[in-house]
């Protein structure tokens, strides 16, 4: 009998199992497993026995204990979990969390917990109703891929579970009759309104943590809010406010957020979203960005807005899906929020070009302008009183046009675009905060409207310097009645429109065809490209022993591969399948080709 009871003890230490709670760690079978790189032991910290676990600087190091019998923690007035613990050397990220589970597909039940210096501090986990009975109990230490660069040993003593504690005005939460966390109800004092701006120096300015999948909290540390990520495409948190506040005044409703990522590698962008809402009802939204990990101020500016009173801000730090699809970003970032304000809209500094356009070098016999120097322009009229603020400015040396919303023109007679290329050079001294981009707008108005449009990314747009673009009529889309041959042959109306309203310069509109060979054009125009369609390598032979300065477009206008002095061939490795447009340049003579790229 005896060597079985022994048996049965060495079967049940080698399978891991541990009495259930309280652990004072005063007996061997209390001892919890390290995990992931965390190694444990039981110590003596003076005359108490103690749990001492090694982090790993791993994202999930942990200690485990797998319970001889499930522990219970369906009674919701009886599952706060208590424990003391001990940054020995204060070298730790201090975010934290402890987590009970049943095996894979089980359910599990996890809240987050945050350590500070080096003192022994007690921890109180009230773990909420609703729950069920489990098997494990973990504790990660500095939990978290955006922490796994930190380690520290901690020591662990007397995990208990026991009643929920009566509640009190300062623990953080709202229970008991408050009407707030902290605040309001018979015994708190009166709770503080919460309102715009949030400066996080109190407890009622705590966010509310909603998202999918494990992890993910907001605590508020040291006068901010922390937030820990947990990698998913809509974390998110939350706060309802007692006072409304409106976005209805397009100069005044701009959400600044000033936040520090943390352990964010240098110059690598996050995306960031705020929602404005009725509660849980009704909302508006914007994206942001950050770049790198030092403090900054990210800017949502709402544009124009309808009246509403809203009372809910929300923010998704790490904003929408992973490349490819996938509803997981994978990326599990912490931020430190200092605060948020609503305010007037930033001042764009109006940064005027410090240069001249470049100069076109088409032939004028194959262009169509309507604004240039280098041309001369077709009869239009530039004011239609369509709300177009647009002047006339001289810029090194060079007339251009300003805008802060539209460019029109009018033509007195209808021109022919068919078969032609759009350029236009434009200036932008900042990127706008949102809209798509660039918008134009080829009209047949008389006859229907007729109506082409192409929208030019912001992507493709580099502010403070000029942007050449070059758009093939073939690649505007139908908005209004037919979108033909018939309609490009007749066209009565030109927009240029910065959806987001911002300063623009333009110069250099014109349409441009390639050019009708003539004597100096036969040699240029004799050039043979090919294999057309092409992949990897396009060749170029000509009667000529003059080298060919080769540029290729895609069809949003944007130069995608350059080389000069070509003498045969070209690599196009680097080009995506699709069609583009290949401008060869010999001596003073240009000719453009189509190429299709498989």
């Known amino acids: 009998m005896k060597k079985i009871t022994l048996l049965i003890m060495l079967f049940t230490l080698a399978n891991g199992f541990s009495q259930n709670l309280p652990y004072d760690f005063s007996t061997e079978n209390q001892l919890m497993a390290g995990v992931g790189g965390a190694t444990t032991s039981l110590e003596q910290d003076g005359a108490n026995d103690v749990l001492q676990i090694v982090g790993a600087t791993q994202p999930y190091d942990h200690a485990r204990a797998d319970f001889a019998s499930p522990l219970d923690l369906s009674d919701n007035a009886n599952n706060t979990l208590t424990f003391e613990i001990k940054p020995v050397n204060g070298t730790g990220s201090g975010s934290h969390l402890l987590k009970f589970e049943s095996g894979a597909g089980q359910p599990v039940t996890e809240l987050p917990f945050s350590t500070t210096g080096t003192d022994w501090q007690t921890i109180t986990l009230n773990f909420g109703p609703n729950l069920v009975s489990y098997s494990s109990m973990i504790l990660f ?9 930190f380690s520290d040993t901690y020591l662990v003593d007397d995990i208990s579970l026991g009643l929920d504690p009566a509640p009190t005005c300062d623990d953080g939460i709202q229970n008991g009759d408050e009407t707030g966390v902290d605040c309001g109800g018979s015994s708190c004092a009166e709770c503080v309104p919460i309102t715009l701006p949030l400066d996080f120096s109190d407890a009622s300015q705590l966010f509310t943590h909603v998202g999918d999948g494990d992890g993910g909290s907001v ?16 974390d998110q948190a939350y706060i309802d406010l007692t006072e409304t506040f409106s976005l209805f005044d397009p100069s005044n409703n701009t959400f600044t957020v000033t936040m520090e990522p943390l352990l964010v590698p240098d110059g690598e962008v996050r995306t960031h979203l705020i929602k404005a809402s009725i509660g849980a009802g009704a909302a508006v939204q914007l994206t942001g960005t950050s770049i790198g990990s030092a403090e900054q101020d990210v800017i949502f500016n709402f544009g124009t807005m309808g ?19 996938s509803t997981y970003n994978g990326l599990v970032t912490n931020y430190l929020i200092s605060n948020i ?15 001249a356009a470049p100069t076109p070098t088409r032939n004028a016999e194959d262009v ?4 240039s120097d280098a041309y001369t322009d077709i009869t239009s009229n530039r004011s239609p009183g369509w709300g177009e603020v647009v002047t006339a400015e001289t810029h ?21 675009i068919t078969g032609h290329t759009l350029h236009v050079d434009v200036w932008l001294p ?22 082409g449009n192409f929208i030019y990314p912001v992507a493709n747009i580099t502010a403070g310097q000029w942007n050449s673009i070059d758009i093939d009529i073939t690649s505007f889309s139908q908005n209004q009645g037919t979108w033909d041959t018939t309609a490009q042959g007749r066209v009565d109306q030109f927009i240029l429109d910065i959806v987001d309203d911002t300063t623009m310069y333009v ?19 004799s050039v043979k490209m090919y294999p057309n369609p092409a992949k990897g390598v396009v060749n170029f032979s000509s009667a000529s022993n003059v080298a060919l300065d080769v540029a290729v477009y895609d069809m949003l206008g944007k130069q995608v591969l350059r080389a000069n002095a070509v003498q045969s061939q070209l690599n196009i490795s680097s080009l995506n399948p699709g069609m583009y447009f290949v401008k060869m340049t010999q001596g003073s003579n240009v000719s453009t080709k189509k190429l299709l790229v498989n």
């Open 219 to 234: 605590v508020l540390e040291d006068g901010k809010l922390r937030f820990n990520g947990n990698g998913q495409a809509y």
């Open 507 to 525: 110069d250099n509109i014109y349409f441009w065809k390639p050019p009708t060979a003539g004597l100096d054009d036969n040699v240029l125009n």
């Open 430 to 451: 900042q990127l706008p905060s949102s809209g798509a981009g660039l918008l134009i707008k080829i009209l047949d108005a008389a006859n229907g409207p007729h109506e």
């Open 307 to 325: 009246a509403e009173a809203w009372d809910r801000i929300t923010i998704f730090m790490d904003f929408g899906p992973a490349p490819g699809g």
């Open 141 to 149: 230490i500095d939990f978290g891929d955006s922490n796994s660069g």
């Open 368 to 371: 169509i302008s309507l604004f």
């Open 396 to 416: 090194a040396s060079n007339e251009v046009l300003k805008t802060t919303n539209f460019v029109p023109f009018t033509f007195t007679s209808p021109i022919d």
């Open 341 to 355: 304000s609503l305010g007037a809209d930033p001042v764009i500094p109006d940064v005027e070009p410090t240069e």
